[in-house]
């Protein structure tokens, strides 16, 4: 126990528990690498002894910061706010703490101004989790000797990206939605200005095309249920409406409850197909089949190269994490669900049914 005049420190920990400076360590850094019981012991002592790691003592000693700079926009939203915990995970992990600068509008001004203080913290790296074109045309601009590692949307010639291969995910949606035996698939987008919206778009269009159907108009959202509920029922207007891909599993809800209200009956009338696979998507009404992003390995291979570069001094290599489609209720006919003819997306992986 050390004296109550100074406060514990990592080797009293190690000493109470019976374990190397190394392993306290990787326990306070979470690695998977400890044993249950060892893990148990050392943050029983760590509890005793009332340790609470120095930070700045730690960082005048080995001249590092060990932190890593996050700049997002969007994170009210599912998509970027599952990319930053998955992105803290993974930095957690690695040894590294996060400094978040979250920005309503990511364009040239509000992009320096963030940068600017996150370099102020003398962050090691650079995590840039970029949703819109105005973010792109920043990071084109990007002044900086910080490693910088970009979730979704680099400029040409930009930094590393690692992204979901959106382009794949929609055209997995758009083709598992002509399977079932439609004339045409509608899409509902996100905001025209977002870099996954425009993906998105690009998948269900080649795909359309590539199968010889009619290409409707698009209908744009702005990612809320309100949006998909207000497209819904513009679209049940027409009376010919079959199959909807929707860009996010909220607007999807919002166009289960616009088709309800309009007289269609989802999977009978329309089928659904959403893009996501937020944790409430299985318990909609009818559960929902949608497209799945990744997030935690889109956390794990961000960490992963931006701690290369700063380590090892690697030049990583942009990394594309690929889509899942996963199949529900809500884009199969009933008689194939009764038959139980699901599982297969018709693309290079199969799909899961749940």
């Known amino acids: 126990m050390p004296p109550a005049a100074r406060p514990a420190t990592m080797g009293d920990v190690a000493a109470a528990a019976g374990v190397s400076h190394q392993t306290v360590s990787r326990v306070l850094n979470d690695s998977d690498s400890v044993r249950p019981h060892t893990r148990e012991r050392v943050l029983a002592a760590i509890q005793d002894l009332g340790y ?9 000693v080995t001249r590092r910061s060990h932190t890593i700079g996050v700049i997002s926009s969007g994170t009210q939203l599912y ?10 995970q993974a930095a957690r992990r690695a040894g590294y703490y996060l400094s978040i600068a979250s920005e309503r509008v990511l364009d040239g001004r509000s992009f320096r101004a963030a940068l600017q203080r996150l370099e102020e913290q003398s962050v090691e790296g650079l995590v840039v989790i970029s949703t819109e074109e ?7 601009q990007l002044s900086t000797s910080l490693p ?9 010639g930009g930094p590393p990206t690692v992204s979901v291969d959106q382009v794949d995910g929609a055209a997995q949606a758009t083709r598992h939605l002509l399977e079932q035996g439609v004339r045409t698939v509608h899409h509902v987008s996100g905001p025209r200005s977002w870099i996954e ?19 409707p108009d698009v209908l744009r959202g702005d990612w809320s249920p309100a949006s998909g509920y207000a497209a819904a029922r513009q679209l049940a207007e ?21 088709l309800e209200e309009s007289g269609l009956r989802v999977p009978d009338d329309v089928l659904v197909v959403g893009f996501d696979d937020v944790p409430e998507a299985a318990y909609y009404g009818p559960p929902l089949t949608t497209v799945r992003q990744n997030f935690e390995e889109l956390g794990r291979r961000s960490i992963e190269l931006l701690v290369g570069q700063l380590t090892d001094g690697v030049q990583p290599q942009s990394v594309t994490v690929p889509a899942e489609l996963v199949v529900r209720r809500s884009s199969l006919r009933p008689s194939t669900t009764k038959t139980g003819k699901a599982g297969r997306t018709g693309s ?5 049914t749940t």
């Open 52 to 60: 609470r790691r120095n930070i700045a003592a730690r960082a005048l």
């Open 79 to 88: 998509g970027p706010a599952s990319v930053i915990f998955a992105v803290e």
């Open 134 to 140: 105005q973010a792109k045309s920043a990071l084109a």
């Open 148 to 156: 910088t590692i970009v979730v979704e949307g680099a400029a040409d």
């Open 197 to 215: 919206s425009q993906a998105r778009v690009r998948g269900w269009r080649r795909t359309l095309e590539e199968a010889g159907a009619p290409v």
């Open 238 to 258: 027409h009376g010919d409406v079959e199959a909807v891909f929707v860009s996010n599993d909220p607007m999807a809800l919002g166009v289960l409850r616009g």
């Open 348 to 352: 290079k992986r199969p799909g899961r």
